[in-house]
């Protein structure tokens, strides 16, 4: 079941330039789609969500851009520091269902490089 | 700023015993989860609940496994007769009633082993 896919599985971005993490979904059900980071031995955190009625949402470094027709979604963190190195999930979620649970991707493990 | 807690953060148990999970959600949520990662795997989802009872259950919450809500603070997991697969990170998390906001909140997970 790859209904929410990171082919990525780690990106290594120099500190200040941009990290872009993508991720593709094939259900058609999904609307509403967040980032999490995650570090070693912690839950994932949130970072920042978009609604399908939207194609960008922005909060301070970091902003989601969403391209309904291919299925795709991508983070980007700008500029990328340091201490946002960790695992970032993508996850999908159809709000109209009954419980909005989360169907997450993969992970991609960003290294930021000092 | 709220956070969701989860205790205990690491149980060793042997294979069949009992098991219970508990988790402290953020305090104006209203749906909770249960979802779980497998070393090297995805976060998987469990279980949801709402108004005290269960709204969707995934295959892998088969009748091992039960929730219950048992005061107005906490959240529990538990699982019967535990396997050696049953292995992995149990993480809790919460939302808000509904909105225009649908993002649920993690606990810090606990690490269950099964010996």
């Known amino acids: 079941d790859q209904q929410v896919k990171q082919n990525s599985p780690s990106l290594s971005v120099q500190e200040g330039r941009i990290s872009i993490l993508n991720c593709d979904y094939t259900?058609?059900?999904?609307?509403?789609f967040l980032w999490y980071k995650k570090y070693p031995a912690e839950g994932p955190t949130f970072l920042i969500s978009?609604?399908?009625?939207?194609d960008k949402n922005e909060d301070g470094r970091f902003t989601v851009f969403l391209n309904k027709s291919a299925k795709h979604l991508s983070l980007h963190i700008v500029p990328s520091q340091p201490g946002d190195s960790a695992v970032y999930f993508c996850a999908a979620s159809a709000v109209g269902g009954a419980t909005n649970k989360l169907i997450f991707g993969t992970g991609t493990l960003l290294a930021v490089q000092p | 700023e709220p956070e969701v807690t989860q205790t205990p953060s690491h149980q060793v148990t042997q294979m069949g015993q009992e098991v219970i999970l508990r988790c402290v959600p953020i305090s104006n949520h209203l749906y909770f989860y249960w979802y779980r990662q497998i070393l090297g795997q995805k976060v998987e989802f469990l279980v949801s609940f709402y108004n005290n009872e269960i709204s969707e259950k995934s295959e892998i919450f088969d009748d091992q496994f039960s929730v219950e809500r048992p005061d107005g603070s906490n959240f529990t997991l538990k699982i019967r007769s535990t396997k050696l697969e049953d292995s992995a990170m149990y993480f809790c998390?919460?939302?808000?009633?509904?909105?225009?906001?649908?993002?649920?909140?993690f606990g810090p997970g606990t690490r269950l082993t099964v010996t």
């Open positions: 259900n058609s059900m999904f609307d509403y």
């Open positions: 978009i609604s399908s009625i939207k």
């Open positions: 998390a919460s939302r808000k009633a509904s909105g225009s906001s649908y993002e649920q909140y």
